[in-house]
């Protein structure tokens, strides 16, 4: 096998460490701890699943692949403790920027009693840590941080028990302090966690039907207990990444590596007649031409090679015979006439019809109505796509920063047709995900031209074809109408939404990603797509809430193929949701804050008590911590070339509370909008690092407010045309706001409220800003814009139509 | 292919290469230094920047013929016998970075901005880092850590003597 060259520097070193001969898979497999799967595919169709659990006989274990997952029943698959007392920790997780790395070592470390910077950690490499599936749906520290603090509590609980052996006293006679352990009446008699296991297995069977339920025996630490847990000590990435020495998947090399670039269809759903290879088998370095169906790619021995040969190849292409898309401009009044493909059925616990809305519309004192629209929106990565593949020996490396390293794995051993135990992903860092590399398209591809070739293959996308082919968020319009009683409270609520959500892109699966696409595979059908209600919890006697999917013309091989970006339709429902309960304020000539709390304080029994409580508590920590005044929006205007106003939204994610105050200058003469201020008060629950939590909201904050100030895909009949940095702008320095306030609701670390276990903190502070900026544009001119983006020119022309 | 001699972070370095390839992937390909990024290959982002006689390049839009003999400097080559620039420095100590990618581009900037304007305003940071881009957001930590670095930088020097004020 090739001598790898890229094994990520941390992995490295833990393997040097761990033990200078045997490698951390061989560790493993000497004590039985690696689940070997079969696939009867690839075995020529012989039935081994049956036979397959454990890899204990010696004929199961010489038709294994060299990469057999960890079993994560083991404890030894999750924790190592090295004779220098330090300790490894491996979990099936990826970081994807937000410090999620750090809280699972302050997490194990806390339950392990071992100081933080004695304890270090691997993440994503499929052959070497358990498959927790990676990162996504905000669901690291809430979902996966369990099963790691249990097995962490466990360790701790057989070492107790070594120690006890040693010294001839009971466990409840012993002290655990930072890794070393002492028996309480006389403490000269103690050992290191190194002295007790350092080097050796703890052969230990965990239980749980599944990952997620991974348990020992031992209890968690209360948490007026934590010590770890609770505080701030800084990333632990951090500094290779500004000194230069980190090793991203970008980075990957390997003996006899070549590059290759893609050439995409000029527009979406061409389809592929002829390649004329002769124009360019004269550039320098030119290996080959791929291409099957409708995918195609150009090899070359340097980079710059790869990208030349791929501008300059001549394929000729047949354009469809009909439109693939409405244009940009047209793409609401299409979905808004389309025959939806489906309605969404509700996740929600509360009912999507409740009381009698019509009757309560009928007969209410004022009735507003209103559509909104927010567009297809790129995830745009700041590093466009990219993987390498290492097709030696009849295994496949693939060097990734897939934030689901290990369905990649699956996914590419099913489209290459190879067992899944040749194949391994080892995920490095890379630019933020937010979903993108969910359906790792570049990894595919790396690991199919690496097939090809025979050699290593490095794909990278260029910008172009990221900004113009990588998954979507879907676009939503929005048809509301809300009743108001003579009082001024909301007595009815429609909300009808449609989503472009059809044929919704899964996990890396090997019928779905683009390459695959591209090629003509297909899964049964499309994935249906789908939606969610607005997340707030007023109270409203009557409500109807409807969903609805529809379809672009072109399903396949579209440039506007959704996916999950960040929430993944949060913001575009907030955006709506949030900006129609200011325009009910508006019509009540109510406070939008005193308005909000009035229908969140509203007598009901709908068993949302405490998720209401805390809404609550978020409403009143942001009105607080920005100073607000209670009076109605808008505010007089202004007689300046600049208007100021502050708006307010808010919602809720799972068990995540947050809400947002934006304070904004409009200039009345460009339309141009700068929030100046945001704050942002946030409930996740238990918080495990303050600091790295803030840092997380503050580009939560950020990243919604460049959804709603700059971005939006644009696209004619036949491709997108906004492909590039000035044609899908995004948020910039000059944009950031002068002032952003973080209220922590649940303290830091949360001493009012320990029994609140830790809630997720990735997406929810993104969904709530779109309004917020929204309705403070309002406040500040009395202008209410309906549709994303808020770019100067919308905003000029609607305060133009206004007369503002 | 032809020969083209390189000067970057105090080392010669003599490549048989197409003198009109971008300098990035020379940097990075060939010298195995990663620290500047692909980010866009349109100079649009700041990804690949580096420095060369005091300014900031982007060197996926800068062919390799046009910096011959010229002194480059990449992100490997700030740090100064081991230790850390102060704007580096200061990335740490503000937890600056997400996911990081972008940032080789904000620090070579805001290096570039502390040696032309030691105590730059609001305004002229924003300014000077505006076509560098994050998609992260982290656009505020930046900015934030460009004026601890500054007067970092400030402090450092023998004849300011002075408080900078932020």
């Known amino acids: ?804 | 292919m032809s020969n083209i001699t390189l000067k970057v972070n105090g080392r010669t370095h003599t490549l048989d290469i197409d003198p009109s390839t971008p300098l990035l992937y020379i940097l990075r390909n060939d010298l195995g230094l990663q620290g500047p990024h692909f980010g866009c290959g349109l100079g649009q982002c700041g990804a690949c920047t580096v420095i060369i006689k005091g300014a900031a390049v982007r060197s996926c839009i800068t062919p390799t013929s046009a910096v011959r003999g010229s002194e480059i400097t990449t992100l490997e080559g700030l740090a100064q016998d081991g230790k850390l620039h102060p704007v580096q420095q200061a990335w740490i100590d503000e937890q600056v970075p997400q996911c990081g990618f972008c940032q080789n581009g904000q620090i070579m900037n805001a290096k570039v901005l502390l040696d032309r304007n030691p105590n730059p305003t609001d305004a002229e940071v924003r300014e000077w880092m505006d076509r560098t881009l994050c998609r992260c957001m982290t656009y505020y930590s930046i900015q934030a850590a460009i004026k601890r670095a500054a007067k970092v930088i400030a402090a450092a020097r023998p004849a300011a003597g002075k408080e900078v004020v932020a």
């Open chain 1, 1 to 804: 096998m090739t001598a790898f060259t890229n094994i990520p520097k941390q992995v490295e070193e833990v393997m040097e460490k761990w033990n200078g001969k045997t490698s951390r898979r061989n560790f493993l497999k000497g004590s039985g701890l690696l689940v070997v799967s079969f696939s009867a595919g690839a075995m020529g169709g012989a039935s081994l699943l049956s036979s397959s659990a454990s890899a204990q006989g010696p004929a199961v274990a010489q038709a294994a692949g060299p990469y057999p997952d960890p079993d994560f029943k083991q404890l030894d698959s999750w924790i190592v403790i090295h004779a220098d007392s330090t300790a490894t920790f491996y979990v099936g997780k990826t970081d994807g920027g937000q410090g999620t790395g750090t809280a699972f070592r302050q997490m194990m470390s806390e339950e392990l009693d071992i100081a933080f910077d004695k304890t270090s950690l691997i993440m994503g490499a499929t052959d070497i840590t358990v498959d927790q599936g990676g990162s996504g749906g905000s669901d690291a520290i809430e979902v996966d941080g369990w099963p790691m603090r249990r097995v962490a509590a466990e360790a701790r609980r057989v070492l107790l028990e070594l120690a006890s052996a040693r010294f001839g006293a009971p466990v409840d006679q012993l002290v655990v302090s930072e890794g070393v352990i002492s028996v309480k009446a006389d403490p000269a008699k103690k050992a290191s966690y190194g002295e007790l296991i350092g080097g050796k297995r703890f052969n230990i069977t965990l239980t749980g039907n599944n990952i997620n339920a991974t348990t020992g025996v031992a209890k968690l630490k209360a948490v007026q207990e934590h010590k770890i847990v609770g505080q701030s000590p800084q990333r632990y990435d951090i500094p290779a990444k500004v000194d230069g020495s980190l090793k991203w998947a970008v980075d990957a090399k390997a003996p006899g590596m070549v590059h290759a670039r893609n050439v995409r269809p000029p527009v979406a759903g061409a389809k592929l007649v002829s390649i004329d290879e002769s124009s360019v088998r004269g550039i320098p370095g030119f290996i080959k031409v791929v291409s099957k169906g409708n995918y195609v790619a150009v090899v070359c021995e340097r980079e710059e090679q790869a990208i030349r040969a791929s501008r300059q190849l001549k394929v000729n292409w047949q354009k469809p015979a009909t439109p693939s898309f409405p244009t940009s401009e047209n793409l609401f009044e299409y979905m808004r006439t389309a025959t939806p493909t489906s309605v969404v059925q509700s996740r929600t616990q509360t009912p999507d019809v409740m009381g009698n809305p019509d009757a309560a519309l009928a007969s209410a004192a004022k009735v507003v109505e209103a559509e909104y629209d927010f567009p297809f929106q790129g995830h745009t990565a700041f590093g466009p796509a990219h993987a390498m593949a290492d097709p030696s020996d009849g295994q496949m490396t693939i060097w990734s920063n897939d934030m689901k390293a290990y369905g990649l794995r699956t996914g590419v051993a099913e489209f290459l047709g190879m067992p899944r135990d040749r194949v391994r992903v080892i995920w490095q860092e890379g630019p933020q995900l937010y979903g993108r590399t969910a359906a790792d398209d570049a990894g595919f591809e790396a690991a199919y031209l690496a097939k090809e070739i025979g050699r290593p293959v490095r794909v990278q996308w260029m910008r172009h074809e990221e900004t113009a082919w990588d998954v979507k968020g879907p676009a939503f319009a929005f048809n509301l109408r809300g009743g108001l009683d003579a009082q001024g409270n909301v007595v009815a609520l429609e909300y009808k939404a449609r989503t472009a959500d059809y044929n919704h892109i899964g996990y890396n699966e090997p019928n779905t990603v683009l390459i695959a696409q591209l090629m003509g595979r297909r899964p049964k059908g499309p994935a249906p797509g789908g939606a969610a209600n607005p997340a707030e919890l007023y109270v409203i006697p009557n409500r109807r809430r409807t969903s609805e999917v529809v379809a672009m013309p072109l399903v396949w091989e579209s440039p506007l193929r959704v996916g999950n970006l960040r929430d993944p339709n949060g913001p575009q429902i907030t955006f709506a949701a949030e900006s129609f309960f200011d325009e009910l304020a508006a019509a009540a000539k109510a406070d939008p804050v005193e308005f909000r709390l009035r229908h969140l304080t509203a007598s009901t029994d709908d068993g949302e008590e405490f998720l209401r409580a805390r809404s609550i508590a978020v409403v009143k920590a942001a009105a607080a911590a920005y100073g607000w005044d209670n009076r109605p929006s808008p505010k007089p205007l202004g007689t300046g070339k600049i208007l100021t106003g502050r708006g307010f939204s808010y919602c809720y994610r799972s068990e995540t509370l947050v809400a947002e105050i934006a304070e904004v200058e409009v200039n009345r003469e460009t339309g141009h909008v700068w929030v100046k201020r945001l704050v942002c008060a946030h409930d996740c629950g238990l918080v495990i690092n303050p600091e790295g939590l803030r840092r997380v909201i503050q580009g939560n904050l950020l990243h919604g407010l460049s959804r709603v100030l700059h971005e939006e895909v644009q696209f004619d009949t036949e491709k997108v045309t906004s492909v590039d940095w000035l044609t899908h702008p995004t948020l910039t320095h000059a944009d950031a706001p002068a002032r952003i306030d973080i209220v922590l609701v649940n303290g830091d670390p949360n001493p009012n409220r320990p029994d609140l276990p830790p809630y997720g903190a990735g997406e929810a502070a993104c969904k709530p800003t779109g309004a917020a900026v929204a309705n403070a544009i309002f406040d500040a001119t009395g202008v209410r814009i309906r549709r994303a983006p808020l770019r100067a020119k919308r905003v000029l022309e609607a305060l133009q139509a206004a007369r503002v």
